[in-house]
């Protein structure tokens, strides 16, 4: 093939299909699919924003009493009886046992095992929900959740509304949230709060590729490893949350802000 036959071919192809790139994904995602395709129509992206921002204050107001949160990151797949269910279920326990409001993806999974542990001691407990087409519905043990569309503005709440962060077991969606996380603390952009990595045989490989490769090929700094902290109990990791949220940053328990009844709050 020449390169002008090629030039053409991607013309004709540029025409038929001029405002859109990437994978159709339509029938997985059809709120965000065309959002997602590259440049739209002007009225198009104007109405999205405006969507966005409608999005983001319904994230808003009903977040903002919640109270101090930590949230807890994991795989939707864990069923009741696996181990890591289990061990979800005592962190929010814990959690909760030390003041805090557990905060979840509020799906399934590890996620409904913190919160379930939140509402076996009576805490409060609150879920981000993502919009999906299969897996993704809310779990019953909330007391109050959002359902958001994008899941931009969802990482958003799960962050600006928690003091500390647990990871449990969990795959791509869990280790997007994590290095998410990490990364906002070693650029400054939230406070070094702490992350704990909840399960040792689980996180171990990971870690250790951080130290192995990351470290050693200087992609990482070495105070960057004092942000990990791996264990096995949920009470060490509600110790070291408490401590160093309480001690560290000064932060008190309960809401600062006052409802308005004009608002309807």
């Given amino acids: 093939m020449t390169i002008d036959s090629t030039k053409k071919s991607l013309s004709s192809i540029l025409q038929i299909n001029p405002f859109r790139w990437g994978k159709d994904t339509a029938s997985v995602a059809p709120e965000t699919s065309k959002f997602l395709q590259g440049p739209q129509r002007?009225?198009?992206?104007?109405?999205?924003?405006?969507?966005?921002?409608?999005?983001l204050m319904s994230g808003f107001r009903t977040l903002h009493f919640v109270g101090p949160c930590v949230t807890v990151f994991g795989s939707a797949r864990f069923k009741e009886?696996?181990?890591?269910?289990?061990?979800?279920?005592?962190?929010?326990?814990?959690?909760?046992?030390?003041?805090?409001?557990?905060?979840?993806?509020?799906?399934?999974?590890?996620?409904?095992?913190?919160?379930?542990?939140?509402?076996?001691?009576?805490?409060?407990?609150?879920?981000?929900?993502?919009?999906l087409p299969m897996e993704q519905k809310h779990n019953p043990y909330l007391d109050q959740f959002?359902?958001?569309?994008?899941?931009?503005?969802?990482?958003?709440?799960?962050?600006?509304?928690?003091?500390?962060?647990?990871?449990?077991?969990?795959?791509?969606?869990?280790?997007?949230?994590?290095?998410?996380?990490?990364?906002?603390i070693q650029t400054g952009k939230i406070k070094d709060f702490p992350l704990i990595f909840m399960g040792k045989e689980y996180w171990t490989p990971l870690i250790d590729f951080i130290?192995?490769?990351?470290?050693?090929?200087?992609?990482?700094?070495?105070?960057?490893?004092?942000?990990?902290?791996?264990?096995?109990?949920p009470e060490e990791a509600a110790q070291i949350i408490r401590d160093t949220v309480m001690k560290r940053f000064g932060i008190s328990y309960g809401p600062k802000f006052k409802k308005c009844w004009y608002l309807g709050e």
């Fill in 81 to 131: 009886d696996h181990p890591y269910y289990i061990l979800a279920r005592e962190m929010g326990k814990e959690l909760s046992k030390v003041g805090f409001t557990v905060m979840t993806g509020g799906g399934p999974g590890i996620m409904e095992a913190a919160n379930r542990g939140a509402k076996d001691v009576n805490g409060p407990s609150i879920g981000c929900n993502i919009a």
């Fill in 42 to 55: 002007r009225g198009f992206e104007l109405w999205r924003i405006f969507k966005m921002v409608l999005e």
């Fill in 146 to 184: 959002v359902t958001f569309k994008y899941f931009f503005i969802r990482k958003l709440m799960l962050v600006k509304y928690s003091y500390a962060f647990v990871a449990m077991p969990g795959g791509f969606g869990t280790l997007d949230e994590v290095f998410e996380c990490l990364t906002l």
């Fill in 211 to 233: 130290k192995n490769t990351l470290l050693k090929q200087q992609t990482i700094d070495h105070h960057d490893l004092d942000k990990l902290i791996v264990t096995d109990s």
